[in-house]
Every structure is written in C-alpha cells, then in structure tokens.
C-alpha cells in the first residue's frame, strides 16, 4: 500500500480536500495582479515639458493654469513628426510670434531646442498618478521604468531558489505563512514608498513572496489529494490565475491611482495569511522529515473531517513509516544539478527544456507587460489578453491528451513566435488587427506555459525530477526578467523587441521537437532508464526504416513485372 492509499483511505475527494483547494486557490485570483501590475503602475500618460511664465519678477504660474493652453504650447513646445507636443523637448527661448492664430504652426524644426528644464506635465486622463508622474520616470530616465519590473522579476527568481529550497528544510505550511505575510507587508510598503529606490526594494520582496506562495500552494495541493486527480486540479488553477488577470482590469479600471491599487492588491493577503494557519502540513513531508507522528495526527483529523475516522484511527506511525520507505530512499539518493548534463540523453533533456522554458516566459512578457505599445485602450487590452488565456489553455488540454506532449508544446510556440513577427509588418494604423494577433499569440504562450510544467515534470526521471524543474523554473524567472531590458532597444530600433522576442519563440518550437515523446509513457524513475528508453527508441526507428527498403524494392519489383 503506497501514501496514495492512506489518502484514498482518509477520504480522497471529501469535505477537508475540498476547502483545501479552495482556500489555497483564491491568492491565484490576485498573483496575477502583482505580476502584471506593471502595466497600470508604472504607465506612460501623455505628457510635454512643463513651462512656467515668470510674472513680477519673482511668482511663476504654470502655462497649463492659463486660458488658450494650446496656444501657449506652441510658442514654448516644437512638434514631433505626429504633429503633437514633443515629450521630451522645448524651444531654448519664447516663439511669441507663433502666437498669429490665422497661421498654421508650420515647420518648427528651424527653431533651437533643448531638454525639458522644469519637469513635465501630464495628462490624467487616463491615469491620475503612476510612478511615471511620481518620479518623472520618462525622457532620459524612462528606462527605470523597464528596470523596475526586472528588479521584480529577479525577485520571483531569487524567490524560486531560496524558499523552495527552505520549504523543503522547514516546511510547506510554514514558509506558505511567511510568504503570504511578506507580500502583505511588502505590498502595503510598496504602496507608500517615498522614492523610487525604495518602491524597487519593496517590489523586489514581493517578488521573492509571489513565488513561496506558488511554489508551497501547489505543494500543498498535490500532496494532499490523489494521483488521478492532480492533472484537473493543476489545470484549474492555471484557468484561476487568468481569470485574475481579468480581476486585475477591472480593479486598475476602478483605482487609477497607482498607491491605492498597489495597496488594494497587496492586503488581501493579510486575510490569506490569517487563514493559512487552519492548514495542516504536508503529511508526506512529515514522514519524510522524521515527524510521523504528527503527521498521523493531520491524518486522524483529515479523516474525521471526512467523515472517515474509523479508518483513521487505524492509522499508526508504523504503518506511515512503511508505506513511503520508497520515497525517503529516492530523497536520500537524490542527485545533483550535474548530473543533469553527465549523460547524452539527460544532457539534451536538460538544455531543449531550459531553452524552452526561458524562450516561453521571455516571449510571454515580452508581449504581456506593454500593453500601451498597441495603441488601444489599456484595460480593454487586458481584459482580451487575461480571456485568451481560458480557451488557449482548455485546447492546450485537449491536445495534450490526444495528440502528445511534443506537438502541443512546440506547434504554440512556433505559432506564437510567427504571429509576433507578422506584427511587426501591420502598420500602426490597424491597431484592431494588431490587438488580435497579440492576443492570439498570448494565448499560445499560455497553452505552451501550460504544457511546460506537465511536460518536463515527464521528461525528467524520479531522482532528479525536482533538481530539474527548479533549474527550469530558474531559467523562466530570468526570461522574465530580460524581458522588459529588450524592450529598451525599441528606442533605437523600433521592431528589434518583437524581432527578438519572435524569433525566440519559433526557435524554442523548433527545439522542443528533439525532445521525447511521453504520451501514455510510465513515468522514468532513474537517469540510466531515460537513456535505455531512448536507445531503444532510436533502435526502432532504425529498424523501422530498415523495413521499409525492401518493401519499396518489392513494390517497384512488381510494378516492372505488371508492364
């Protein structure tokens, strides 16, 4: 009897796995809103150099509080090739000669012209504060704005490798609480930041918090209810997390000032983290940690909450310890990150997935965190964008399980990667077309997000499965965080960004087809099993074609002898 049957024993799907979930699913409604928070906080309104008329000798009024503002604008601002206001430039002296009203504004490029000297004004419109307006984050500093959101994604990363290591010393539960409390803490501090420097520090932690809680919430889920039902239940919370990004167009739409939206989002968690402490720890990691008997005492409560206590009662720290000998024997003999690159098989395994998983996640925001780059409303765009998502995932289902794991993570990719570049050559003009296909590209980045976890979780054997996933995850974290930095090369090169991110994408499909198929296939166990699989694979294929020689032979044959 494995630990899977003293689940099944305890109650399977009852009552206790049942608010389990739930509760451990609603955060899912809201991580996307850190994730994507970007896109509302950090937003670009319209904006000029704020110009101020010196009046006495010694008050000065800014030229926006004047009547005919854009009468006035013309004598101190030029006009870029759009004809609107230059950003980033004013005329060195007064044009007030411009100020002729039965004359057009002309050709202004004659006239000298320098950098803004007193600020900017913007338009709140749209947007009534962002850290753009807060800081002055445009002109020759807008490129804090691409490198707060690296500075948050480097926490993910950092968020990654420190608490799942630290989950698997201390404990789901424990470091899911510390998680949940951190990004309620460090979401309320963000939210009232004094500087920049500080909002990045904040972010940072809020990054590292995001990930203990996905990685400890998952960890929690899957050990806590069967093995038949953790593909339906895994595939749920990915429909949860882009329903959260539908939430998150609605709550930026409402709250257009960025504080109060980073504070909307960030104390939810403070009610997350009052109920996490109702949740019992994982019971296989308690054995696995020498702590069976209270790990029996979770069960025994699991099982009365399910209405199973007479089987619990026959539960015994004996009978615990046994049934998951096995596994402590597969911890115990855990492998190394080197021994992911030893073997030709594992080595092949190891770099397409790593590309993959890099390729993927720096594509997906580098389309997911512009959203101002289309030209359309901004919440609208979300809102197409976080509804993509269900249906591209629901497809992503389907073909996992009849068609294969390879075709439905390649195909999306190159799907994906050839519509971004596609978009590249839309003029602006047709910003209804260019949302579409972005949208339809987001959503097979989405589709191939999905399989990435299912896939690799296959591709790697049981001894270096969790070595390997981190190292996949890691390189997804530094995807996300290059992202935004490319998008910098879009000042000099306007279509490089998408160029890259495109081309990115298309190469990680095409690589993802020299990895093995594991439709149907039994989990491998061991490293010397994936490279005797693969052997006796390619041995096919070669017999296969061997086959096929004289069988064409006798068919031509007897083609001749029919003449």
């Not at 029996?296 to 199973?308: E, F, T």
Request: with cysteine.
């Amino acid at each position: 009897m494995s630990f899977g049957d003293i689940l099944e024993d305890v109650g399977s799907m009852g009552k206790f796995q049942i608010f389990h979930i739930l509760l451990l699913s609603f955060p899912s409604l809201i991580l996307p809103s850190h994730n994507l928070l970007q896109n509302f906080v950090a937003a670009v309104p319209n904006h000029h150099c704020r110009i101020r008329l010196e009046m006495n000798g010694s008050r000065y009024v800014n030229v926006t509080d004047k009547p005919q503002t854009e009468e006035l604008l013309q004598v101190f601002i030029p006009l870029d090739q759009n004809q609107q206001p230059e950003q980033c430039r004013m005329y060195s002296s007064p044009r007030w000669h411009l100020l002729d009203l039965n004359k057009t504004w002309g050709n202004t490029t004659e006239y000298e012209t320098q950098m803004c000297t007193d600020g900017w004004t913007y338009d709140d419109s749209k947007f009534k504060a962002t850290i753009v307006t807060e800081w002055d984050l445009v002109c020759d500093w807008k490129s804090l704005k691409r490198i707060s959101q690296s500075i948050y994604m480097a926490g993910l990363m950092t968020g990654a490798i420190v608490l799942g290591r630290l989950s698997d010393k201390y404990g789901r539960r424990t470091l899911l609480l510390w998680s949940h409390f951190q990004l309620a803490v460090s979401g309320t501090c963000g939210a009232f930041s004094s500087s920049y420097s500080l909002f990045c520090f904040w972010r940072f932690l809020c990054g590292v918090a995001v990930s203990g809680i996905l990685l400890n919430a998952f960890s929690l889920k899957v050990e806590w209810i069967p093995t038949r039902f953790r593909t339906s239940i895994s595939m749920s919370g990915t429909c949860l997390y882009s329903l959260g990004q539908l939430f998150l167009a609605g709550v930026a739409y409402g709250i257009q000032d960025w504080r109060w939206l980073q504070f909307t989002v960030s104390v939810p968690f403070y009610i997350f983290f009052s109920y996490s402490w109702w949740f019992p720890e994982s019971a296989r990691w308690l054995i696995l940690n020498d702590k069976a008997d209270v790990a029996l005492k979770q069960l025994r409560r699991v099982a009365k909450m399910n209405g199973k206590e007479a089987e619990g009662e026959k539960l015994t720290t004996t009978i615990l310890k046994s049934n998951v000998k096995n596994e402590q024997l597969v911890t115990e003999n855990k492998h190394g990150v080197l021994d992911l690159f030893r073997t030709p098989v594992m080595r092949k395994i190891a770099c397409c997935t790593m590309f993959v998983w890099f390729s993927t996640s720096f594509a997906y925001y580098g389309l997911a965190m512009d959203l101002q780059g289309f030209g359309v409303d901004i919440y609208l765009i979300q809102l197409i964008f976080g509804a993509v998502d269900i249906p591209a995932k629901l497809l992503a289902l389907l073909s996992l399980s009849l068609i294969g794991r390879r075709f439905t993570q390649g195909t999306p990719l190159i799907l994906a990667g050839s519509i971004i570049l596609a978009n590249i050559f839309i003029p602006k003009e047709l910003k209804a077309l260019r949302t579409s296909f972005a949208a339809i590209a987001k959503g097979c980045l989405s589709a191939a997000f999905g399989c990435c976890y299912l896939y690799s979780g296959e591709l790697y054997p049981t001894v270096v499965r969790q070595t390997g996933m981190g190292l996949v995850s890691t390189m997804a974290r530094v995807g996300a965080m290059i992202a935004p930095l490319i998008r910098m090369s879009g000042d000099y090169v306007p279509f490089l960004p998408m160029t890259i991110y495109g081309g990115m994408a298309i190469i990680a499909g095409v690589t993802a087809y020299f990895l093995l198929e594991t439709l149907n296939a039994p989990l491998p166990e061991t490293i010397e099993e994936i490279e005797n699989r693969a052997i006796k694979g390619a041995a096919k294929d070669k017999e296969s074609k061997r086959n096929e020689i004289p069988l064409q032979e006798t068919h031509i044959s007897l083609m001749k002898h029919s003449v």
